[in-house]
């Protein structure tokens, strides 16, 4: 079993809707919980971080965080096609090592 | 621009050689992280290193080995190279020994042929 699992797409929404990404992790004692974007060829970028149960908002950014599930996801309103790219869910587990996802492949269609 | 470069951006090896990556990590970031990311993969962490020490460590063989400066710049090195070691190498900085909210630098694409 993967410690962090995600689909890996590609999820293909229109421009304006909501993209709902999803990620499961395999360690309860994960703490912090991490939402990255990658372009193709480029390196990932920090969108969001979030280490209590709830909803955390940043613009058009939400992250979710459901520990007892063990379940992160992100929404991204109001989708725009810059916002296509590779979404790498990060889970930060025991003695410091950091788990990523495979990462969902998001399509936004103008 | 995150403030985190990678020397080289491209690297050739052949298999059996040796290789050394550099990282310089944002301003005022005392902790470096390095991963290794496939192609079509999410990245796969090395190793973290914190004022100097490892502080974490991935599920890699000991021929990769790391490095931090006093400055916080690292190094990342593999020995003994093998065709399944072609990956980009990203380097990632962050403030603290939890080493939570990393940033990273555009990497380096190592090809051993």
């Known amino acids: 079993q993967k410690e962090v699992e995600q689909n890996s797409g590609p999820l293909s929404v229109p421009e304006g809707a909501i993209a709902s990404l999803n990620c499961t992790y395999s360690d309860r004692v994960s703490q912090s919980f991490f939402w990255y974007r990658q372009y193709s060829g480029k390196s990932p970028e920090l969108i969001m971080s979030i280490y209590s149960n709830g909803d955390k908002e940043d613009g058009r950014f939400t992250a979710q965080l459901n520990k007892a599930s063990q379940y992160v996801s992100l929404l991204i309103r109001d989708s725009q096609p810059s916002d296509s790219a590779t979404y790498l869910c990060a889970v930060e587990g025991n003695f410091n090592k950091f788990y990523f996802g495979s990462g969902t492949k998001l399509n936004v269609k103008p | 621009e995150t403030g985190v470069t990678q020397s080289p951006t491209h690297l050739i090896k052949t298999r059996g050689q040796q290789v050394t990556l550099r990282c310089s990590s944002q301003s005022g970031h005392n902790t470096v992280s390095w991963y290794q990311q496939a192609l079509g993969q999410g990245p796969q962490f090395i190793f973290q290193?914190?004022?100097?020490?490892?502080?974490g460590r991935g599920n890699f063989p000991p021929r990769f080995s790391g490095l931090q400066f006093p400055n916080y710049s690292s190094e990342l090195n593999v020995n003994a190279l093998e065709l399944d070691d072609s990956a980009l190498y990203l380097c990632a900085s962050s403030l603290g020994s939890l080493g939570r909210e990393q940033y990273f630098g555009p990497g380096t694409r190592l090809t051993v042929t």
């Open positions: 290193y914190y004022r100097e020490e490892e502080n």
